[in-house]
């Protein structure tokens, strides 16, 4: 079991402003966190901020109780892995060899992988269902075989808890649908998640807990059907809502006219 903890974090560019502030939270592996919010209020900050790669100017974050700093880089890649929210290919490097880089984590310094960490990589090729496109150079994919490439090299790296920025964003409606799929399943097998999105049917779907921001802090968080509310999503988007209960769940719709 791991546990990440934020209390009372703040991050702020170099010209002094903030991005935000007195933000909170709690997740344990295998749980979903979701944190939902319009563009420009610091989603994307807030997680780089959890994954290590951004420091706060003020507050602190730990995992199992320890300070980043207390982990190392290396150590700290073997709990966390990133995935952003668009990564544009350079080299046309193989995509078994893509999925490869996330063993580096375990790798002493200038070692080869070895025949154990091709087969770690091989079976989550298998297990998302991409083995077929091992040897395709990593330049000819699509955007939705690049985020199944990018999760396969996430889960070769073998972290407790995976960061994931709109990881939806550049998927058509099936795709969406077949990703968030994996993320449970990954839950079920002990990888916890925080993830950023903009669609509350989204947290509807797979979270456990969530959070949405804006203003630069979390406005409310905790379980979906609490905090997912016809109030709190009007308030979040500034359009009018309603929630809407199916046999597959629940869903937020908007309430748009286009008259005038």
């Known amino acids: 079991m791991m546990e990440l903890s934020a209390t009372e974090i703040a991050y702020r560019y170099r010209d002094e402003r903030i991005v935000f502030e007195k933000i909170d939270l709690r997740v344990e592996n295998p749980e979903i966190f979701c944190i939902l919010g319009p563009n420009g209020v610091g989603k994307s900050t807030l997680l780089k901020c959890l994954a290590g790669f951004y420091t706060p100017f003020r507050g602190g974050i730990t995992i199992d109780g320890k300070p980043f700093g207390a982990w190392g880089r290396k150590k700290l890649a073997q709990k966390i892995a990133y995935i952003p929210q668009m990564h544009v290919p350079t080299f046309p490097f193989p ?3 893509v999925v490869l880089m996330g063993r580096t984590a375990h790798l002493a310094y200038l070692a080869a992988p070895s025949g154990h960490d091709r087969e770690i990589a091989a079976e989550n090729m298998a297990f998302l269902g991409i083995s077929h496109l091992a040897d395709k150079p990593y330049t000819q994919l699509s955007g939705g075989e690049r985020q199944l490439v990018m999760l396969a090299a996430a889960l ?18 099936g795709n969406q649908l077949l990703f968030l799929k994996l993320v449970k399943r990954l839950s079920k097998r002990g990888v916890g998640f925080v993830m950023t999105s903009h669609f509350p049917d989204h947290a509807f779907a797979v979270a456990d807990k969530v959070a949405i921001m804006q203003n630069g ?14 109030e709190n999503m009007e308030r979040l988007y500034n359009i009018p809502v309603r929630l809407l209960e199916t046999p597959e769940g629940k869903h937020c719709l908007p309430r748009l006219s286009f008259e005038e």
């Open 95 to 97: 995509v078994r060899d």
């Open 156 to 173: 070769t790296q073998e972290p407790q808890m995976m960061m994931l920025d709109e990881p939806t964003a550049h998927l058509d409606f």
């Open 217 to 230: 802090t979390f406005l409310h968080q905790g379980p979906p059907d609490e905090t997912l509310t016809k």
